[in-house]
Every structure is written in C-alpha cells, then in structure tokens.
C-alpha cells in the first residue's frame, strides 16, 4: 500500500513537470478541460436517468431502483455542493 502511495506522488510529480515544460496548463487548457468535464457530466446525468428507466421498466421498483436513484442524487448533490463551492472561490 505504501509503495502504491510512493509511486502515485513520484507519478504525480513527473507528470506535473512535464506538462509544465510543454506548457499544458495554460489558460486554453483549463477552458478546455472545464468544458469537456461539464459536456462529461450533462452525458452522465442523461445515462443514468435512461438506467433508471430501464430498471424501472425490466424490475419495476425493487433495490436496484434504490441504488439507481441513490446514484443519481450523489451525483446532483456533487454538483450543487461543487458549483457552491466554485461560485464562492471567485
């Protein structure tokens, strides 16, 4: 377990440097990354909602309709509390 945590930092580091040099992190690709992670969350959201229709649909309202809309509300949860959080760091 420790070694998996040593090889994850060392990891960590050489990549950060890297990207660094090839200037990764610069504004254009923040901007990007951004919009593919909020493109990434809107695709989300619309599969979950169809695999909750379709364990509807095929099971009716048993506990994988339970673990389904458990799903879904972490993931809305995440987004109010991380768009929160966001709006109030800027």
């Known amino acids: 377990m420790l ?7 060392v ?3 050489v990549t950060y440097r890297i990207g660094k040099k090839k200037h990764m992190f610069d504004e254009r690709q ?7 992670k909020a493109m990434s969350w809107n695709i989300t959201t619309v599969v979950i909602l ?4 379709v364990v509807i649909i095929f ?3 048993s506990f994988s309709f339970f673990i389904m ?4 509300v972490v993931h809305s949860m995440t987004l109010i509390f991380t768009s929160t959080y966001v709006a109030n760091c800027n």
């Open 59 to 61: 099971e009716g309202i």
């Open 3 to 9: 070694l998996g945590v040593l090889m994850l930092i």
């Open 50 to 53: 169809i695999a909750w229709a």
């Open 11 to 13: 990891v960590h580091i």
């Open 30 to 36: 923040k901007y990007i990354s951004a919009n593919a």
């Open 69 to 72: 809309a458990g799903i879904f």
